[in-house]
């Protein structure tokens, strides 16, 4: 992967947001706009040329799962359809590395705009994490939109929309007393999921926001029940 054309953007970007994701929320204009449990969904109310390309930041603790487990289900293409509501066909056209594909979806059509499709890289890597005091890892999966001749965007059925979504994982282990094994109980994964869609072409703000406020926080429990589905009868992978 590291001598593909495409490492030096893949490898920026990542980091960019890894660092974006560990922002807080309290400066910088974001508005909690859905709470479920620990699940919290902040939004920022942003145009670009009269399109809704509001970004969003959604910070979540799921107790039972790794970071290693939640960022491996979220990157892996065969799994993609079992928890993704929102997309109708997906394939990766390119295996740039076993940790970065290039993945092309159609999304379900939101009425009344035209049906949408996404072409972008998809990379998952770990991260030290020196500078936390509990020193556990971190976990990353970036998608950042890209361009793919075989594929050209608004090709008359689709409108290309472009995205950057990172999903940042970070295990913490409350460890049983008595240096007893670490079983599900004792682990929890702090979350923060990033994205932000530009539309590609027009569609209506309220129509667009109202689409946001039902299927992210949807989108977002639904992928995380997933995996704790996936794991509870598996082997810990940290
Ligand atoms: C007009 C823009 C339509 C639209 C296109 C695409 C996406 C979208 C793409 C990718 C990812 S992901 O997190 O990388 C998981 C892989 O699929 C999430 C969302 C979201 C919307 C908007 C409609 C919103 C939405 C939000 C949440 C889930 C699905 N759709």
């Given at each position: 992967a590291?001598?593909h054309r495409l490492w030096?953007?893949i490898?920026?970007?990542?980091?960019?947001?890894?660092?974006?994701?560990?922002?807080?929320?309290?400066?910088?204009?974001?508005?909690?706009?859905?709470?479920?449990?620990?699940?919290?969904?902040?939004?920022?109310?942003?145009?670009?040329?009269?399109?809704?390309?509001?970004?969003?930041?959604?910070?979540?603790?799921?107790?039972?799962?790794?970071?290693?487990?939640?960022?491996?289900?979220?990157?892996?293409p065969?799994?993609?359809?079992?928890?993704?509501?929102?997309?109708?066909?997906?394939t990766v056209i390119e295996t740039i590395a076993e940790d970065t594909l290039v993945f092309l979806?159609?999304?379900?059509?939101?009425?009344?705009?035209?049906?949408?499709?996404?072409l972008f890289w998809s990379h998952?890597?770990?991260?030290?994490?020196?500078?936390?005091?509990?020193?556990?890892?971190?976990?990353?999966?970036?998608?950042?939109?890209t361009e793919n001749p075989d594929f050209?965007?608004?090709?008359?059925?689709?409108?290309?929309?472009?995205?950057?979504?990172?999903?940042?994982?970070?295990?913490?282990?409350?460890?049983?007393?008595?240096?007893?094994?670490?079983?599900?109980?004792?682990?929890?994964?702090?979350?923060?999921?990033?994205?932000?869609?530009?539309?590609?072409?027009?569609?209506?703000?309220?129509?667009?926001?109202?689409?946001?406020?039902?299927?992210?926080?949807?989108?977002?429990?639904?992928?995380?029940?997933?995996?704790?589905?996936?794991?509870?009868?598996?082997?810990?992978?940290?």
């Amino acid at each position: 992967a590291c001598q593909h054309r495409l490492w030096p953007e893949i490898d920026r970007i990542s980091m960019e947001q890894l660092r974006y994701a560990r922002l807080g929320v309290g400066e910088g204009g974001w508005q909690l706009f859905a709470e479920d449990g620990e699940m919290k969904m902040y939004k920022r109310e942003e145009e670009v040329n009269g399109m809704v390309v509001d970004p969003l930041k959604a910070c979540h603790m799921v107790r039972g799962v790794t970071g290693h487990e939640m960022c491996h289900y979220f990157f892996s293409p065969d799994v993609r359809m079992d928890w993704e509501t929102t997309v109708e066909q997906m394939t990766v056209i390119e295996t740039i590395a076993e940790d970065t594909l290039v993945f092309l979806q159609v999304h379900k059509r939101i009425w009344p705009a035209s049906q949408r499709d996404s072409l972008f890289w998809s990379h998952m890597r770990q991260v030290p994490d020196h500078n936390d005091r509990d020193g556990h890892d971190i976990w990353i999966v970036c998608n950042h939109s890209t361009e793919n001749p075989d594929f050209p965007s608004n090709n008359g059925k689709f409108v290309r929309v472009t995205l950057t979504v990172c999903l940042v994982c970070q295990t913490f282990i409350d460890p049983p007393k008595d240096g007893a094994q670490i079983v599900r109980d004792n682990i929890t994964c702090k979350i923060t999921y990033c994205s932000v869609v530009n539309p590609g072409g027009w569609a209506p703000a309220s129509v667009l926001r109202a689409v946001y406020k039902r299927e992210y926080p949807k989108f977002l429990k639904r992928f995380t029940a997933y995996v704790i589905d996936q794991c509870k009868e598996k082997p810990i992978m940290f």
